[in-house]
Structures are given as structure tokens and as C-alpha cells.
């Protein structure tokens, strides 16, 4: 009864459509507030296989938005790969699996990028979604990035989050989507980094893990990303390039910002790869 379980995906976008989706191997970066629910709605569309990587663990603060993620995972300080696998095999017992305990610059990243067909980057901060531009770049693989934001104070406070999809055409960098001050700070060593905020100040996006963060407005920016993954994948439509959701303004917004030409990662790095 194979079939039956996707006859109402199959309804959509047709049986070759949920043939596409099984094909594809995806990679997620992240399973965290983002990611997690990215883990969750992949099994229900009937994704079979999966690289994911993370490096971080369940905390009591983060028991607010990860999805799958139980009161116990906290005491035992259960890795975020862990809670992912468990959601997707609870879901989905015969899709594969391949967890890895990693930052996005260890060395061990690249064979999952390499070894995806569609790359997805679910990550608080900027430097890593510079090195996984260049990563997937490498490898012309689509990326699409997921990122959540708030800003702003009292009633002038704003949260969303936008989708952007790299494909070799734009990317973070050329759509000039990347905080070259945090990058620079990010990657500076702790003697550096300290000096520099010595003289400069710490800018208030340069700490990390302090914003408003709620389950529904990654879960809105999430499955944007997997609706426009669907419709890549099965052919319904091409994705957008960059969706912006705004949950104050109670709009999503599709931008026609268009990248800088002679993108060094877009025309160098990923256009060498293709030869
Ligand atoms: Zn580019």
C-alpha cells in the first residue's frame, strides 16, 4: 500500500512527482530550531535519504522550538542529530540516515555535500553560511537558506524570516545577503576578537543566541523552504529565488533584487565546477 500513503502528495503533484522526491538525497546544516522542523516535514513528503549535520545539544532554552525534541532530551543532553534521526524514523522507518557530529568547517562536511543532491543551510550565523556558499559552490549543488530574524525594539519590534535558493545564478554573496562585519569578527581569533571590541564596541548582532526565537515563525520560514523544494523537485513550478516572511507585517514578500554580476562564487567557483 505504498501508494496510498502519498496518494494525497500524489494528488498534488503527481506519482513521478513523489518518485522525484524519494530520488532525491538531501543534506541539512543545522537542526535546530530551523532544521528540525525542515527533519520532520522531509519525512511526511517522503524524502528516503538523508545527510544531516549538527554539532550542538539540547538545551532547556532551545525546548521552546525543536521540533521533536522531549523533556528528557535536555537532562541527557541528547545531541540535536540525534532528536532529528528519532523524528525521522518514527516517520519514516526505512529512509536512511547519515548523522554527523560537525561543525560546518570541519573536513568530514564535505562528503555529505558532496554526496546531496539538494543542500539545505539552516544556521544562526553568517561565517558558516559564507563557508557552506563556497562548499556547495565546489559542488554545484542548489542550497537554499533558511534564516530567521527579528530586530527592532518595543512596538517597533519585527519577526520573519526569509529563503533564499543558490543555484549557481545568485547566491548569498552576490545578493549581498552575508554581514561581512560579523564574517570579519567571526573569524578573528579570541586575543583578535577582543581587541577589536576593545576599540570598536560589540556591535548588537554580533552576539549570538540572544534575540526572540518562537516554534511558529521558524516553523513558517521552514515550510516555505519545503514547499519551494517540492516545487524544484517535482517540476510544478521553478522556486523562488528569495521569499521574505514577515509575521509582524503578516506578509510574505518575494524579492526581484537581482545579484551582482561576476560573482566570484557563483561565475568562478561554481562555474568551474560544472566545467
Ligand atoms: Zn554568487
Same mark, same amino acid.
Given at each position: ?11 498534488l503533484?503527481?506519482a *513521478?512527482?513523489?518518485?522525484? %522526491? @524519494?530520488?532525491?538525497? =538531501?543534506?541539512?546544516?543545522? #537542526?535546530?530550531?530551523?532544521g528540525?522542523? &525542515? ?19 539540547v538545551t ?14 535536555v ?9 532529528a ?13 547519515a ?6 568547517g570541519?573536513p *568530514?562536511?564535505?562528503?555529505? %555535500? @558532496?554526496?546531496?543532491? =539538494?543542500?539545505?543551510?539552516? #544556521? ?5 553560511? &559564507?563557508q557552506l ?14 534564516a ?16 533564499v ?11 549581498d ?9 567571526d ?14 564596541g560589540?556591535?548588537r548582532? @554580533? ?16 515550510s516555505?523552504a ?18 521574505t516572511?514577515r ?5 510574505i514578500?518575494?524579492s526581484?533584487?537581482?545579484p551582482?554580476?561576476?560573482?566570484y562564487?557563483?561565475t ?8
Amino acid at each position: 500500500m505504498a501508494n496510498e500513503r502519498y496518494s494525497r502528495n500524489e494528488a498534488l503533484f503527481g506519482a *513521478e512527482g513523489q518518485r522525484r %522526491i @524519494a530520488a532525491t538525497k =538531501v543534506a541539512a546544516i543545522g #537542526l535546530g530550531g530551523l532544521g528540525s522542523h &525542515l527533519a520532520q516535514q522531509f519525512a511526511y513528503l517522503g524524502v528516503c535519504d538523508y545527510g544531516i549535520v549538527d554539532f550542538d545539544v539540547v538545551t532547556v532554552s532551545s525546548m521552546n522550538r525543536l521540533v521533536g525534541a522531549v523533556d528528557a532530551d535536555v537532562t541527557a543532553a541528547t545531541k540535536k542529530i540525534v532528536v532529528a534521526e528519532r523524528t525521522i524514523k518514527a516517520i519514516k522507518p526505512d529512509a536512511t540516515v547519515a548523522a554527523l557530529d560537525a561543525k560546518v568547517g570541519a573536513p *568530514e562536511v564535505e562528503a555529505v %555535500i @558532496a554526496g546531496a543532491d =539538494v543542500v539545505f543551510g539552516c #544556521l544562526d550565523r553568517d561565517l558558516p553560511r &559564507l563557508q557552506l556558499t563556497e562548499l556547495c559552490a565546489r559542488y554545484a549543488k542548489p542550497f537554499f537558506d533558511l534564516a530567521s530574524d527579528t530586530g527592532g525594539e518595543g512596538e517597533e519590534i519585527w519577526y520573519g524570516g526569509r529563503v533564499v535558493f543558490c543555484d549557481g545564478w545568485r547566491c548569498l554573496v552576490c545578493l549581498d545577503l552575508l554581514d561581512q562585519q560579523e564574517i570579519a569578527r567571526d573569524s578573528m581569533s579570541p586575543e583578535q576578537r577582543e581587541a577589536h571590541d576593545r576599540i570598536y564596541g560589540i556591535e548588537r548582532g @554580533a552576539l549570538a543566541g540572544t534575540g526572540p526565537m518562537v516554534v511558529s515563525v521558524n516553523g513558517a520560514v521552514a515550510s516555505i523552504a519545503v514547499t519551494e523544494f517540492m516545487a524544484y523537485v517535482t517540476g510544478l513550478r521553478e522556486p523562488a529565488a528569495q521569499l521574505t516572511y514577515r509575521g509582524d507585517l503578516q506578509a510574505i514578500r518575494r524579492s526581484v533584487d537581482e545579484p551582482e554580476p561576476g560573482c566570484y562564487f557563483c561565475t568562478g567557483i561554481w562555474g568551474s565546477a560544472l566545467g
